[in-house]
């Protein structure tokens, strides 16, 4: 199985800060990576697929890069609505994992 | 757009089983994936296994071999997760998973998620 490293596990910044998460896969994913924004007590949502790739709907504050095994997740300015936890998954091969999550919050 | 809605929540004793269910709308269903994602409380995400809606041909994560069953009616657009021999760590929220609208294997849009609580 493909293990995904994310870091930190969890964050405090101040509104408008610009907050970064990584993830570190095992193995080369070939950029197969998503990441996923949960709200508490919410389904997780889908922000980024194929490690950049913004889905529709999502805010052009949220990006992804990366490539080989190291990928991060950036929102250029955070927002109140963005307090969430967010997690990456890779989708390169089965079985798909996820990385432990990374809480953000609000300083 | 595509929308998935689950059953209510459940309670089971250990060794049975549970049958979860995902109805779809709002998209072509046989064109698609539906996975099945748990969250035990305070945890992280584990991916169980997939559905080809088409196909009904299905792959699940080694550490339910035995125990997991993911079928489909295409009739009525939905897809069923039935877990069986239930422990106490079987205790999570169940999430059915939209897949290929972008890559087979990407969670494009989620049910609200399914409460399985195993319990004497």
């Known amino acids: 199985d493909i293990q995904m490293t994310q870091s930190p596990s969890s964050l405090s910044a101040s509104l408008g800060d610009r907050v970064t998460i990584t993830c570190q896969a095992s193995q080369d994913i070939t950029n197969f990576l998503s990441w996923y924004q949960q709200k508490p007590g919410k389904a997780p949502k889908l922000l980024i697929y194929g490690a950049s790739n913004l889905a529709t709907g999502v805010p052009s504050r949220f990006s992804g890069s990366g490539s080989g095994t190291d990928y991060s997740f950036t929102i250029s300015s955070l927002q109140p609505e963005d307090v969430a936890t967010y997690y990456c998954?890779?989708?390169?091969?089965?079985?798909?994992?996820f990385g432990g999550g990374t809480k953000v919050e609000i300083k | 757009q595509a929308q998935l809605l689950q059953s209510g929540a459940d309670v089971k004793k250990p060794g049975a089983s549970v049958r979860v269910s995902c109805t779809t709308s709002g998209f072509t269903f046989i064109d698609y994936y539906i996975h099945w994602v748990r969250q035990a409380p305070g945890q992280g995400l584990e991916w169980m296994g997939r559905i080809n809606l088409y196909s009904g041909g299905t792959i699940h994560a080694p550490k339910f071999q035995g125990r997991i069953t993911m079928t489909r009616d295409t009739s009525i657009s939905a897809a069923y997760l039935d877990l069986s021999r239930l422990t106490s760590d079987d205790t999570a929220r169940y999430f059915c998973a939209g897949g290929g609208f972008h890559y087979t294997d990407t969670f494009d849009v989620w049910g609200q998620g399914t409460m399985v609580t195993v319990s004497s």
């Open positions: 998954q890779q989708h390169t091969s089965l079985p798909l994992t």
